[in-house]
């Protein structure tokens, strides 16, 4: 099967059963969301959801949050991944939101970038689900998807290099949903271990199968 009908094929089955896809992160502002996707970093967005309700009450915005400390930060986030290096970022992003964007959270992709503990899996995130922007954030689920399905090739070996295959491939009109059918994909259904090619819909499409 040929790349672009695979894309085709792939693309078609999300458009149809995930027709309004989101990230399953819970958040009321666009600064709770960029706050969630920091601390989501190798760390499921259920032990994300769980910690934020309570963080978000005491620290709802990023004037809020400037004022904080770290440790007061870490007292809500204990239980994530890395939480001491989360809470300092946390911190120290939410004041250069204050003193750089007058607390709000900016679309463009560099004022994002400069704002500390934000990569470009974040920015990218934030720029789609705030901003409705046509970016395709790769994390391990959708780096792994993208590979094992056949829509990158071997040499696509950086995150860099399979968000810049998949957009090359992907209508625009799709990119901001397309991260969230990938990720999702290969977080129930195409697992890391142990993918579940026998419940898989999209299995016929699949390189592992031509």
Not at 81 to 106: C, F, I, Q, T, W
Not at 120 to 139: C, L
Request: proline content about 5%; charged content about 25%.
């Amino acid at each position: 099967m040929k790349k672009k009908d695979r894309y085709e094929k792939v693309l078609a089955h999300f458009r149809e059963k995930m027709p309004d896809v989101n990230t399953e992160l819970e958040f009321g502002s666009v600064f709770q969301l960029l706050v969630a996707v920091i601390l989501s970093a190798q760390c499921t967005d259920k032990r994300i959801n769980q910690v934020t309700p309570e963080l978000f009450r005491h620290y709802p915005d990023a004037k809020a949050m400037a004022k904080a400390e770290a440790d007061d930060i870490l007292e809500y986030i204990s239980s994530v991944s890395y939480p001491n290096s989360k809470a300092d970022h946390l911190v120290a992003m939410a004041r250069a939101l204050v003193e750089h964007h007058h607390g709000e959270v900016p679309s463009d992709m560099n004022a994002l970038l400069d704002l500390p503990g934000v990569g470009r899996k974040t920015a990218n995130v934030v720029q789609s689900v705030a901003f409705g922007k046509a970016t395709m954030a790769v994390d391990t689920h959708v780096f792994r998807v993208a590979h094992r399905i056949g829509l990158v090739s071997k040499s696509d070996n950086t995150p860099y290099k399979v968000e810049q295959a998949l957009i090359k491939h992907i209508p625009e009109e799709d990119i901001p949903r397309a991260h969230h059918w990938l990720l999702l994909h290969g977080r129930y259904v195409c697992t890391s271990r142990k993918p579940h090619c026998d419940k898989c819909d999209i299995a016929a499409f699949c390189l592992k199968s031509i």
